[in-house]
């Protein structure tokens, strides 16, 4: 197909052409891939298996990514017949974090939904340690699909549909409290400089209303973090944590699994069956609207995850709440089709204010 010139004045989308397979050929496979393989996979060493990335991508279309009116990247689309698939090379893991990726994805948007009228696109397998390309994806609404292990990597599969695309979905932040007294429940030094880090996250600056548990935990969080800022905070039960019955005192390390990773029935507690039903009945129950921020517990936010998606639930972290750390953000969206995963457990406002375990 004719692909119509794509510019957003900083960065432009053009045909590749055979004088910029050299170029490709160093991205995929030359010594600045194993730089570039931390966002994106890479990098190829043999020489076939370059010139089969080569042919792989793009099908339906392969465009070069120029920077100033130099090449900096690919963009390939393969139109499927349900689905477009989508991937983006950058020649630097650089770019990701100077914000090329975040422009080339905008303009791919148009290309794939205005001019090849694609219904959805998905992106498969993004690591999800490479963070700047995964919040690329992320802050454009791509919704995770999936979840999954190779080798001691943990990938994501990305899927954002026209729909939701043009629609004004409701934003609502789960975020888990900060770290606290094991036997007060107050937050610790730890805690008290993660509510901080919490009350600049750019993530939740569209936030205009918050809910929290009843937990002391959560409300002094929330105190923090939002009526500080003159955001109104409402105090809901429905979103404290499980009732672990006779295993209250044992810490999570020590409580048994099922094969799956999830804690069987607590003696004496609440069943995972009612936990899920009743902090999935307080999702449900959210206003619509404006965009929420939730505090609540890890193990709150992991059940949600694991119940709207369950191909999320796979890699260790997601069966207890263990791989929620405190007082990270988790992203879904309401929308045209139900409730969507953005994000998992964002933690980068915490680094930024040295809000971290470390600083104990």
Do not use: Y
Not at 102 to 126: G, N, Y
């Amino acid at each position: 197909m004719e692909i119509p010139p794509l510019s957003d004045g900083t960065i432009a989308l053009r045909p590749f052409v055979h004088g910029d397979r050299v170029a490709a050929v160093d991205w995929i496979s030359g010594p600045i891939s194993r730089d570039r393989s931390a966002t994106d996979g890479g990098p190829v060493t043999r020489p076939e298996d370059t010139d089969a990335v080569l042919e792989d991508l793009g099908k339906d279309a392969l465009l070069t990514i120029e920077l100033d009116g130099e090449p900096c990247g690919l963009l390939a689309l393969d139109h499927l017949r349900t689905h477009t698939d989508l991937r983006i090379i950058l020649a630097r893991p650089q770019l990701w974090v100077q914000g090329i990726g975040s422009r080339a994805i905008r303009l791919c948007l148009v290309l794939a939904f205005d001019h090849m009228k694609s219904h959805e696109l998905q992106v498969l397998a993004v690591p999800e340690d490479a963070t700047a390309a995964r919040v690329a994806w992320e802050g454009a609404g791509f919704g995770i699909q999936r979840r999954f292990q190779r080798g001691e990597r943990i990938f994501l599969d990305f899927a954002l549909s026209r729909r939701c695309h043009e629609a004004n979905e409701q934003v609502v932040h789960l975020i888990c409290h900060g770290s606290c007294s094991g036997t007060t429940g107050a937050l610790d030094a730890v805690g008290r400089a993660q509510a901080e880090a919490l009350a600049i996250c750019p993530l939740l600056f569209r936030a205009n209303e918050a809910i929290c548990s009843d937990r002391h935990c959560a409300t002094t969080t929330s105190e923090q973090a939002f009526a500080a800022r003159g955001i109104p905070c409402t105090v809901d039960e429905a979103w404290r944590e499980q009732d672990l019955g006779n295993w209250a005192t044992t810490s999570l390390d020590q409580l048994p699994r099922r094969e799956d990773g999830t804690l069987p029935d607590p003696p004496g507690g609440e069943t995972g069956a009612a936990f899920a039903r009743r902090v999935g009945r307080a999702l449900d129950a959210l206003p619509h609207g404006d965009h929420l921020a939730v505090v609540t517990h890890g193990d709150v936010i992991a059940c949600l995850l694991r119940e709207l998606e369950s191909e999320l639930a796979g890699p260790s972290g997601l069966g207890t709440g263990a791989g929620i750390p405190a007082a990270s953000v988790s992203e879904l969206r309401r929308g045209p089709e139900g409730w969507r995963v953005i994000r998992i457990a964002d933690d980068r406002h915490l680094l930024a204010r040295d809000a971290t375990s470390e600083m104990a």
